[in-house]
Each structure stands twice: as C-alpha cells, then as structure tokens.
C-alpha cells in the first residue's frame, strides 16, 4: 500500500509549541526554565514597583489638592465669618441707634410743656414742633395746615379733643392732613372716631 502521496499530519497549536520548547531546552540545556523565572520574577517585580510609585504619586498628588481645596475653604469660611460679624456689627448699631432715637421721641413726648413754651408738638409726627406762618401751620416733617387758631389756641383743642376720645377709647387718635382742603383732621380705627380740628 505504497501510495505515492506524501502522508497529512494533524498537529495542533500546543503540539508545536511542545515541540519548540523541547528542542530549546535541548539546544540550551537546564537553564532555559531557570532564565524564564527569572525573568518573570523581575518583570513582576518591576511592574509592582511602577505600580506603587504610580499610586503613591497619585497620592501625593490628591493629598496635595486636598490640601489646596481645604484651605480654600477655609479662606472662605474666614471670609464668611468676618462678612458675618460686619453684617452683626452693622444690625446692632442699627439697633442702638433705633433704640436712641424711641427714647428720644419718649423724651419728647413727656416732657412737661413749660408755660412759657407756646410751641405745639406737630400732631402728625408727634416729634417736631409747629411754627406758624401767617394763617397756616408748617412743621419741618413736611406737613402744612391752614388753621385759625393761634399756638396757645390750637394746642387747647388738640388737648380737647385727644381727652374726649381717651374717655371712650384706649387705642391712640391719629391725626392727617385731608389733601383736598388741607385741613387738619383726626380718628381712631378701633372706635370710628372721627373729627375735624
């Protein structure tokens, strides 16, 4: 059965691969496994070293920008508390200067008026006093009245009519200019109170 065809071997990848590494080993003798560990061993070495050095410079970087970024927020809060103390600064002389200013109108208020004193206390403001100019009444708050009456008079019916009301009422009587015929007139919200002076 001599067939003048040349036979087909079937060899897998492996079956190759065996083959070299048996006539390596051959041609190398014994050391050709030692030399391959070794070289495996190195390699790893290396890689775990680059690795390392690779994350702990990453480290150094992160914990560097940590620092950074903390420290800006600490700048910041910094700057936050010192923008909160101008702000609390700022609101309590706000304050002081509106408690001065209630207890100098509380002062104005009941002060005793001296005989010799013929000012009225504008009815409106209830802080500046009136002057009288000609037929009208001017007060520096900006309100004017036409009235009559002179300061000693008209004082007299203020007085008047503020008692009338306190007999019925406890709430306070607001006095306005009617913008019309720019007189002077009161009321009270609470008792329907209303008058002209």
């Known amino acids: 059965m001599n067939s003048t065809q040349s036979p087909v071997y079937h060899t897998s990848v492996e079956q190759k691969r065996h083959a070299q590494d048996v006539a390596k080993r ?14 495996r061993e190195k390699y790893r070495k290396r890689i775990i ?22 420290r800006l927020e600490l700048n910041e809060m910094e700057a936050d508390l010192e923008l909160e103390q101008l702000i609390l600064d700022e609101l309590l002389s ?3 200067e509106w408690y001065a200013l209630g207890e100098k109108n509380l002062e104005t208020l009941f002060v005793e008026p001296d ?34 009456a002179n300061e000693k008079q008209l004082q007299e019916l203020l007085q008047q009519q503020i008692t009338s009301h306190e ?26 109170y209303f008058s002209s002076v």
Do not use: W
């Open 26 to 39: 051959q041609r190398m003798g014994m050391q050709m496994p030692k030399l391959r560990e070794m070289l």
């Open 49 to 70: 070293e680059t690795r390392n050095r690779c994350t702990d410079a990453n480290r150094q970087i992160q914990l560097s920008e940590l620092r950074d970024i903390l």
């Open 94 to 96: 706000d304050v002081n």
């Open 115 to 148: 005989e010799k004193q013929k000012n009225v206390l504008c009815p409106v403001c209830q802080i500046k006093t009136l002057s009288r100019l000609k037929t009208a009444f001017i007060c520096e708050c900006g309100i004017q009245f036409e009235h009559a």
């Open 167 to 192: 007999l019925q009422c406890t709430q306070a009587l607001r006095f306005f200019i009617e913008p019309s015929s720019g007189h002077l007139y009161n009321m009270c919200g609470c008792c329907d």
